[in-house]
């Protein structure tokens, strides 16, 4: 399943679940071109670029954000394989008839126009390159509506929507395009949040990332438009 040379795009990278992706990746020889919004983050998880590596700071809720990162993904290296996109977010608490605006927008936009801003950015790359793989990460709860969740499934839903669609388009252009359903993510942030929940039934990022990996490899070219459930091993 090595990856290299290929270049792979990580959104949302300095966050629990982008680093493991990039770990992952990187230890199979892939080019790292890794994003997020905060250079602070970025710097502190990754370090500085190196010959396999390019950081970049960008505002994927803009599509200057992310057509930047496709020129500089393209400059560094010359080409983009695999696309995953990470970057996302989680708020839960209200129900529908309460829900704020800024929250609507919030999760909406972290977690799907962040998403379309990229691929309107890389697609057009991959099909000119003659193919790609491409990773979208939806949630285990989006595949029915959960009460005080309703805006959170509905946008992780709408990315699994995107995901089928997406594949369905790009399949006979030889670019798979699938996502993961993952629970709730062994993070620091979570264990904080919830200290009375046992973490050995959540999903460890590192085991999240290898699903995500293999949908990004050749192994998997014949998966198309696939939302796989990625549930803890308890």
């Not at 590596?53 to 992310?66: H, I, K, S, W």
């Not at 977690?111 to 491409?134: D, E, F, S």
Request: charged share 20%; net charge negative.
């Amino acid at each position: 399943m090595s990856l290299d040379p290929r270049t792979v795009i990580v959104t949302g990278a300095a966050g629990n679940l982008g680093r493991a992706v990039a770990r992952t990746f990187a230890a199979q020889g892939a080019n790292l071109v890794l994003a997020d919004v905060d250079p602070t983050q970025l710097e502190s998880a990754f370090g500085t670029d190196d010959n396999r590596r390019l950081l970049v700071v960008a505002n994927l809720l803009d599509t200057g954000g992310a057509a930047g990162l496709a020129q500089a993904a393209l400059k560094r290296f010359g080409h983009i394989d695999v696309l995953c996109n990470i970057a996302g977010g989680f708020r839960m608490g209200e129900t529908i008839h309460e829900t704020s605006d800024e929250n609507w927008n919030f999760l909406f936009d972290i977690n799907t126009r962040t998403l379309l801003n990229t691929v309107r950015a890389v697609v057009p790359h991959m099909l000119a390159a003659g193919g790609g793989k491409i990773v979208n990460v939806g949630a285990f709860a989006a595949q029915k509506g959960v009460a005080q969740m309703g805006a959170y499934t509905a946008a992780k839903g709408t990315v699994i929507r995107m995901t089928e669609a997406m594949a369905a388009e790009l399949r006979d252009k030889n670019i798979n395009v699938n996502c993961v359903l993952p629970t709730i993510i062994d993070t620091p942030e979570n264990r904080a949040s919830m200290p009375e929940a046992d973490p050995a039934k959540w999903v460890a990022p590192a085991d999240l990332a290898n699903v995500i990996a293999f949908l990004a490899s050749d192994a998997a070219r014949a998966v198309h438009g696939a939302a796989v459930p990625v549930t803890s091993l308890s």
